[in-house]
C-alpha cells in the first residue's frame, strides 16, 4: 500500500493527532502477529479519522461491508448513538472469533449485528436506513455496492470508501485482466457524476472517497 504523503509529513501529522485506544493498539498487534493480510487493518490515523467522522454524524445506523477483524468497526462504535447499531457484513467465518473477543472488550457486542456470507445478497436483504456506510470490501464490487446502497442511505447521510487510490494504480495502463483497478476507477467516475450525492477524496492511506447523499 502506497503512502502518498511524505513520511516526514506524515509522521509529523501523525504525532500531532490522538493516539488510539488501547483496545485498538491490542487489536492492532494481534492481527499483525495471527491474522494473513494485516495491512487491509483501517490502523491509527484512517481509524482516528472514521472515529471522528462517526462522532460528529453522531449515527444511529451504520453499515460496514467489510469488517475484516473489527478495528474499523469499534472506530466507528465510538461515535454511534446511544441507542444506535452497527451492521457488519465479511465474507470469512474465520475471522469471527478475533471479531467477537475485541466487541467484547469494547463493550460493543449487543450494538453489533454481524453477517458472514456474500454482501451483495446480504445487502439486497437488509431494509434499514443507514446513516453511514463504510466500504471496504473486495474491490471488484465497489460500483454495484455504490447501486445497493444509494437507496439505503439517509438524506445527508455519509457513504465513505476506501482503497480508492489504490497505490496509484489508477494513473497507470490498467492492464486487461486487472479487474479490481478497472472498478475502482468506474466506481470514481460514477460517485462524481452522481448528482445524488458530493464527493471529495482524501489522499489518505490508499485514498478514502468521503461521500455525501444530498
Known amino acids: 500500500m502506497k503512502n502518498f504523503i511524505d513520511k516526514k509529513i506524515f509522521d509529523y ?3 500531532k493527532s490522538s493516539d488510539e485506544p488501547e483496545i485498538l493498539k491490542e487489536l492492532n498487534r494481534e492481527t499483525h502477529l495471527k491474522i494473513l493480510n494485516p495491512r487491509m487493518l483501517s490502523g491509527n490515523y484512517q481509524g482516528r479519522i472514521l472515529s471522528l467522522i462517526s462522532k460528529i ?11 475484516y477483524t473489527g478495528y474499523s468497526t469499534i472506530c466507528f462504535s465510538e461515535g454511534l448513538d446511544d441507542n444506535g447499531f452497527i451492521h457488519t457484513i465479511d465474507h470469512n467465518e474465520e475471522l469471527i472469533d478475533i471479531q467477537n473477543k475485541y466487541f467484547n472488550k469494547a463493550g460493543i457486542s449487543k450494538k453489533v449485528i454481524q453477517y458472514t456470507g ?3 445478497k446480504i445487502i439486497d436483504k437488509l431494509y434499514f436506513e443507514f446513516d453511514l456506510v463504510f466500504i471496504d470490501a473486495d474491490k471488484e464490487n ?5 447501486d445497493l446502497i444509494i437507496d439505503k442511505v439517509k438524506s445527508g447521510g455519509v457513504i465513505i470508501a476506501d482503497n480508492i487510490l489504490w497505490s496509484g ?21 460514477k460517485v462524481n457524476s452522481d448528482k445524488r450525492v458530493e464527493t471529495v477524496i482524501l ?5 478514502l472517497s468521503f461521500i455525501r447523499k444530498i
Open 169 to 189: 494504480k489508477i494513473l497507470d495502463k490498467v492492464e486487461e485482466d486487472d479487474l479490481a483497478t478497472k472498478s475502482i476507477l468506474e466506481f470514481n467516475e
Open 118 to 120: 456474500d454482501a451483495i
Open 13 to 15: 501529522t501523525l504525532s
Open 57 to 67: 454524524i453522531r449515527p444511529s445506523s451504520i453499515l460496514e461491508i467489510g469488517t
Open 203 to 207: 489522499p489518505v492511506r490508499d485514498g
Open 142 to 146: 465497489y460500483p454495484l455496492y455504490f
